[in-house]
């Protein structure tokens, strides 16, 4: 959606799923409708972020 690459991860569902698609034009219409969608995303990401460093920054310490 944001950088119209191929994803580089894949996943299995280990029991029954439900799947949502939602493509870019999808995606920015629902911000246009509630644009604190945005910001929850960003936070998300933001957190995610956060953690990989600090993942990434063990692994490192462990290696040396």
């Known amino acids: 959606i944001f950088e119209r690459e191929t994803r580089s991860a894949s996943v299995r569902a280990r029991g029954q799923a ?14 246009e409708d509630d644009p604190a969608l945005a910001m929850r995303m960003i ?19 462990d290696s040396m």
């Open 18 to 31: 439900h799947v949502l698609t939602v493509d870019r034009r999808q995606l920015l219409s629902r911000i």
């Open 43 to 61: 936070q998300s990401m933001s957190h995610r972020i956060r953690d990989l460093s600090g993942e990434l920054a063990k692994l490192k310490g």
